[in-house]
C-alpha cells in the first residue's frame, strides 16, 4: 500500500482498485468507498470460506428455523381441532 503526499494533503491507495484517495483522519484509509471494502471483503474473505467450506453456524440456524415452523404448526392444527379461529 503506498502513501505519501500529493500536493498539500496526504492519500492512500485503495487495498481494491488501487485508486488514490485523500487520506482522512477518522477514516481506516483502506478503501475509496464502502463498494470497494465490500467487493475486497467477498473476494478475500467470503469466497475462500465458502470454497473451504467453512460458515457461519448455519445448521444450528435451520435447526431453529425448523423447530419454530414445527411449533406454529402444530399450534394451527390444534386450533383446528378445537374450533379455534385465528386472529
Known amino acids: 500500500m ?3 503526499v500529493k500536493g498539500s494533503y496526504k492519500v492512500y491507495s485503495c487495498l481494491y ?3 488514490e484517495v ?7 484509509n483502506k478503501f475509496c468507498d464502502n463498494i470497494c471494502q465490500g467487493k475486497y471483503k467477498w473476494e ?3 469466497v475462500p470460506r465458502i470454497l473451504q467450506g467453512i460458515g457461519g453456524d448455519y ?3 435451520l435447526r431453529d428455523i425448523s423447530e419454530r415452523l414445527v ?3 402444530v399450534k394451527n392444527v390444534v386450533r383446528k381441532v378445537c374450533g ?3 386472529r
Open 2 to 4: 503506498t502513501s505519501g
Open 17 to 19: 482498485c488501487s485508486k
Open 22 to 28: 485523500r487520506w482522512g483522519h477518522s477514516k481506516i
Open 44 to 46: 478475500n474473505e467470503t
Open 59 to 61: 445448521k444450528r440456524y
Open 71 to 73: 411449533v406454529i404448526n
Open 84 to 86: 379455534i379461529i385465528n
